[in-house]
């Protein structure tokens, strides 16, 4: 949605009540959840009351919103800036909220995108690149593989498709393999550099081929510049957030993923559905 767009719709309260409501992200209340009853209404600035026993309640009841404390205009606008990837300070300066609450809705959009990638199941198939990085921790000491204090990530990329990211606990081969075996169709042709890990792909059903970066990048249709190129792309957009906890990171990593993935994209509508869709496991997680 273009800003000129979301700013008529944000403009006028009554319209962004119906707009979220029609998104499933607020609820359409037909009935007092105190009494049952089914004579409601809206009263006054987004409160629902119960002309049976009288109660009031605010729209957001229920809602992934219900303990967000940002007007709801404001909550649309955070949105289009968090697709925008703005980091949560300087959001929250130019809509003039609280920084810890506009890290809250932040958190609850990047739980959002994590249940979604958690729940997919499909393989990648085809032509497909794997390879490892590392993230975090310090430059001093040995870096790449086995470096340490920094957090291991496995990488695999379909050729003209999506990549797929995960946390790992080291990269040999047991590791490595048997997320191989989970996210890629058997029979696909699998491109890897020369490490030892990936030795058993062939035994696995995979076509593999390999690149040896001590003498070149590229040998034809062999290479894995598509993968490594993804681990470019989410340490420079790392890199603005100047520092990211542990406990966050998989977090920030599989929004990367699903940013990567819908690069051709606009995202707007689709963080809405997510929020629709996982809003309470993550409002609660």
Not at 87 to 97: C, D, K, W, Y
Request: a positive charge; one cysteine or more; aromatic letters at 10%.
């Amino acid at each position: 949605m273009a800003m000129w767009d979301l700013a008529r719709v944000v403009g006028h309260e009554k319209e962004t009540v119906v707009y979220l409501q029609r998104r499933g992200i607020l609820k359409e209340f037909e009935h007092c959840p105190y009494c049952g009853g089914g004579r409601v209404g809206g009263v006054r600035r987004n409160k629902v009351k119960c002309y049976g026993c009288g109660r009031e309640w605010s729209v957001k009841r229920g809602s992934v919103l219900e303990n967000i404390k940002i007007p709801l205009g404001k909550v649309l606008l955070a949105v289009k800036l968090f697709e925008m990837e703005l980091p949560a300070l300087r959001a929250s300066r130019q809509l003039g909220v609280a920084y810890k609450t506009m890290l809250k809705l932040y958190d609850v959009l990047r739980r959002c995108i994590y249940c979604e990638l958690e729940g997919k199941s499909d393989c990648l198939r085809g032509e497909v690149e794997m390879d490892e990085s590392y993230f975090g921790g310090t430059r001093k000491g040995k870096r790449g593989r086995g470096a340490a204090n920094k957090i291991p990530v496995f990488g695999i990329l379909e050729r003209q498709g999506k990549v797929r990211v995960e946390i790992v606990e080291d990269v040999t081969a047991q590791t490595l393999l048997k997320l191989a075996l989970k996210k890629v169709k058997r029979g696909s042709l699998i491109y890897t550099d020369r490490y030892r890990s990936y030795d058993g792909l062939v035994a696995l059903g995979f076509r593999h081929e390999r690149i040896d970066h001590s003498l070149r990048f590229a040998n034809g249709r062999v290479y894995i510049n598509g993968i490594e190129g993804f681990w470019s792309y989410a340490k420079e957009r790392l890199a603005k957030y100047h520092g990211v906890s542990k406990e966050k990171f998989v977090l920030y990593l599989k929004e990367l993923e699903y940013r990567y993935n819908m690069r051709s994209s606009e995202i707007f509508q689709n963080l809405l559905e997510l929020l629709a869709k996982h809003g309470r496991v993550a409002r609660n997680a």
